[in-house]
């Protein structure tokens, strides 16, 4: 994985864009027939479950492949983030329904961004930075130091600050608190406590970080998808704020569960779980 990463930080930095994500389809493709098998298996059967007999196995397999064509674009994009700026990031990044989050923050005490692994997650968060949020994110924290590294800095380099998972509540309450804006991925669990969803009509399980810390600090929810549209900009579809109460836990989980399956189903190709999200499929 060290090498790969690698192998597309360097087209960042010595190719052009075009060029550069050519370079990238052939390396995912390499990686799709022979690396990442048992991840290829994973995100068919994730598809099986949320489009059933709506598309045949042919098209799913092809909607797999894309998957893994887009997310090392995506990978390849995130060495080049550090050249998105308040000057050029329309060129790249288009806000849509933004009213919704500025709605939000203008409750005061922060926002929550429940975001996914779809499209480009981290140019979303890098929009919301260059229109003039305080944005951290919530992150795994990755095994391997020079990975790490990486995407600290060009996270850094757009304004974006770092939590890491696992670690106290106490920087991110503080954060929240001085009106931050907290984008966490929620579509896979990487929490010890999780709270269980229905997507797709299957029990899965999300990160209950999100909703316990909205619901303690009484904090707008935002749910949020970066999307690259046709015209090859990255859309960030921001939905209507909603707040939960330290009771409201489940039905607040539910209803992010809800919309985010409104865009796997419309963006299949741009949704990045390659492991499996329900125990049966």
């Known amino acids: 994985m060290n090498f790969i990463f690698f192998l597309i930080q360097i087209l960042g930095y010595f190719l052009p864009k075009r060029i550069a994500e050519l370079v990238t389809h052939g390396i995912a493709r390499f990686c799709y027939y022979f690396i990442y098998k048992k991840s290829r ?17 042919t098209e799913l397999k092809k ?28 060129k790249y990044l288009k806000g849509e329904m ?21 499209g480009n997650y981290e140019w979303g968060a890098a929009l919301m930075s260059l229109t003039g949020f305080s944005v951290s994110s919530m992150s795994l924290e990755y095994r391997s130091e020079y990975i790490k590294n990486i995407y600290e800095i060009n996270r850094k380099k757009v ?19 001085d009106g931050g804006v907290l984008a966490i991925a929620c579509d896979r669990n990487f929490d010890e406590v999780p709270v269980s969803v229905k997507l797709f009509n299957r029990e899965t399980e999300i990160p209950k970080g999100a909703f316990f810390l909205a619901s303690r600090l009484n904090i707008p929810l935002v749910p949020a998808f ?25 039905p607040g989980a539910n209803k992010y569960a809800s919309i985010l399956a409104k865009y796997i189903k419309k963006y299949p190709e741009q949704w990045y779980v390659f492991d499996r999200i329900w125990k049966e499929s």
């Open 226 to 250: 970066s999307l690259k549209e046709k015209d090859g900009l990255y859309h960030v579809y921001f939905e209507k704020g909603y707040k939960i109460t330290k009771g409201e836990i489940q």
């Open 98 to 118: 933004m009213e919704n989050l500025f709605n939000a923050h203008r409750e005061g005490n922060g926002v929550i961004i429940l975001s996914a692994h779809t």
């Open 159 to 177: 304004g974006i600050n770092v939590f890491y998972v696992r670690k106290s509540f106490a920087s991110p309450i503080r954060f929240l608190k």
């Open 41 to 57: 298996e994973n995100h068919l059967l994730n598809l099986k479950v949320a489009f059933g007999d709506e598309i045949s196995d």
């Open 63 to 90: 909607i797999t492949k894309k998957a893994i064509y887009n997310l090392a674009v995506a990978l390849y994009e995130h060495t080049i983030m550090g050249r998105l700026n308040k000057r050029n990031y329309t």
